[in-house]
């Protein structure tokens, strides 16, 4: 069964810069393109960001496009969300998951920007 972790959230200003880290553990991220995820308070959980499997074609959502970039280390089996001039929007819980989001959600890490 697999198990995703996410870190690396905290308290920063508007912005300023954070790097996600989402470490899976029970099962290989190889073979699968992965995402980010985020859910802000009241809202709901939308994409954020993918990369796919075997390259760094990535695809982003319109709000953070060019700030935020997606990569991944398979051999660590960890895929990474670094996050620039951040904005108090971007406030929220940021998950990781398959793109398709066929995995178990991990409990997220907290990303509150303030102004």
């Known amino acids: 069964q697999v198990q995703l972790v996410e870190s690396g959230g905290g308290l920063v200003q508007a912005g300023g810069s954070l790097r996600l880290s989402c470490a899976a553990s029970?099962?290989?991220?190889?073979?699968?393109?992965m995402g980010w995820y985020r859910q802000a308070p009241g809202k709901e959980r939308e994409f954020v960001a993918s990369?796919?499997?075997?390259?760094?074609?990535?695809d982003y959502a319109d709000s953070v496009k060019g700030r935020f970039t997606i990569s991944r280390d398979n051999a660590k089996n960890t895929v990474y969300l670094h996050m620039n001039s951040l904005k108090t929007e971007d406030t929220a819980i940021y998950y990781c998951?398959?793109?398709?989001?066929?995995?178990?959600w991990g409990q997220g890490t907290q990303v509150t920007v303030s102004s």
């Open positions: 990369i796919r499997w075997g390259s760094r074609i990535s």
């Open positions: 029970g099962r290989t991220m190889s073979g699968y393109d």
């Open positions: 998951n398959t793109r398709a989001a066929t995995w178990a």
